[in-house]
């Protein structure tokens, strides 16, 4: 996760290591194969710990995300329909909380609509959108996903004012940057944080928390990629394999990957070029 990480990224510019991201390893239709085992744990996992800091113990509302007879269920709003919000939701709709997934492409809420059904209600992502349904959530899941890029600010220092006391943010996308002005990243010994008494987890690499099933789903899809770059070497694994290339990051001291190369202000060389392909 480069793009917000310009001292690492020197760093590695001036190792001479060959970087290969796994965020950015593509597949035949454009989606991304290595990103996309750790976005359903983390998906998955977001709701859990979102429900853990609702508990009043925890600094949270005191709300049941699925509620009881005669109480409502809680309100999730997730951000961002990929990978990871689809799983957010089909967490969350098991629990019984009351969903809305907000999205700028059409094509992602009728994909939502088409698995969910009605359960399951969607948004076209506008800021007056966003401005009025995480004034009125219980559980904020922010999981927009820019590949390589930084993820966008989309919930502002303001809507983090408007929000219920004791309601919580859940900002998937931290690894990132994050989706909201208020996130900075955390750890799992110390997850949260409060601004404006909204509860903000902000934890980098939420799948480590899940480390026996993160490294077994991990496992499944990179094995393949690292089989060809032991067995062919990496210029030839990356030379016969588009995909595996689309991942290349960093060699030779070059940036490799363009979203990195904008967000820093860096000079960026295709692939191709660097290899001299």
Same mark, same amino acid.
């Given at each position: 996760?480069?793009?917000?990480? #310009?001292?690492?990224?020197? *760093?590695? =510019? #001036?190792?001479?290591?060959?970087?290969?991201?796994?965020?950015?390893? @593509?597949?035949?239709?454009?989606?991304?194969?290595?990103?996309?085992?750790?976005?359903e744990v983390a998906g998955r996992m977001s709701v859990q710990v979102g429900a853990r800091?609702?508990? +009043?113990?925890?600094?949270?509302?005191?709300? $049941? $995300?699925?509620?009881?007879?005669?109480?409502?269920?809680?309100?999730?709003?997730?951000?961002?329909?990929?990978?990871?919000? @689809?799983?957010?939701?089909?967490?969350?709709?098991?629990?019984?909380?009351?969903?809305? %997934?907000?999205?700028?492409?059409?094509?992602?809420?009728?994909r939502l609509v088409a698995e969910f059904g009605t359960s399951v209600r969607t948004m076209?992502? @506008?800021?007056?959108?966003?401005?009025?349904? %995480?004034?009125?959530?219980?559980? %904020?899941?922010?999981?927009?996903?820019?590949?390589?890029?930084?993820?966008?600010?989309?919930?502002?220092?303001?809507?983090?004012?408007?929000? +219920?006391?004791?309601?919580? =943010? %859940?900002?998937?996308?931290?690894?990132?940057?994050?989706?909201?002005?208020?996130?900075?990243?955390?750890?799992?010994?110390?997850?949260? *944080?409060?601004?404006?008494?909204?509860?903000? *987890?902000?934890?980098?690499?939420?799948? #480590?928390?899940?480390?026996?099933?993160?490294?077994?789903? $991990?496992?499944?899809?990179?094995?393949?990629?690292?089989?060809?770059i032991a067995g062919k070497g990496y210029r030839d694994a990356l030379a016969d394999d588009?995909?595996?290339?689309?991942?290349?990051?960093? =060699?030779?001291?070059? =940036? @490799?990957? +363009?979203?990195?190369?904008?967000?820093?202000?860096?000079?960026?060389? +295709?692939?191709?070029?660097?290899?001299? $392909?």
């Amino acid at each position: 996760h480069r793009a917000p990480a #310009g001292e690492q990224t020197r *760093y590695l =510019i #001036g190792s001479g290591a060959i970087c290969i991201a796994y965020e950015t390893v @593509t597949s035949w239709n454009r989606t991304l194969p290595l990103l996309t085992p750790m976005s359903e744990v983390a998906g998955r996992m977001s709701v859990q710990v979102g429900a853990r800091c609702l508990e +009043k113990e925890a600094g949270g509302r005191g709300v $049941l $995300l699925g509620g009881v007879p005669g109480v409502p269920a809680g309100d999730v709003v997730i951000l961002g329909g990929g990978v990871a919000g @689809t799983n957010a939701a089909l967490i969350a709709l098991g629990m019984g909380a009351t969903v809305t %997934v907000v999205d700028r492409s059409a094509d992602a809420l009728r994909r939502l609509v088409a698995e969910f059904g009605t359960s399951v209600r969607t948004m076209f992502s @506008t800021r007056d959108a966003i401005e009025s349904l %995480v004034a009125g959530a219980d559980l %904020v899941i922010g999981t927009v996903l820019v590949p390589g890029a930084e993820a966008p600010k989309l919930v502002t220092r303001e809507m983090v004012a408007s929000m +219920k006391t004791g309601s919580v =943010i %859940v900002d998937v996308a931290i690894d990132q940057g994050g989706c909201c002005e208020t996130s900075r990243p955390t750890s799992h010994s110390e997850p949260t *944080y409060v601004v404006d008494d909204v509860v903000h *987890y902000c934890v980098t690499n939420m799948p #480590g928390a899940l480390a026996r099933t993160s490294t077994f789903a $991990l496992n499944n899809v990179t094995l393949p990629f690292a089989l060809a770059i032991a067995g062919k070497g990496y210029r030839d694994a990356l030379a016969d394999d588009i995909h595996l290339r689309d991942g290349l990051n960093v =060699i030779d001291g070059k =940036i @490799t990957c +363009k979203p990195v190369a904008d967000a820093q202000g860096l000079e960026f060389v +295709k692939p191709e070029v660097a290899l001299g $392909l």
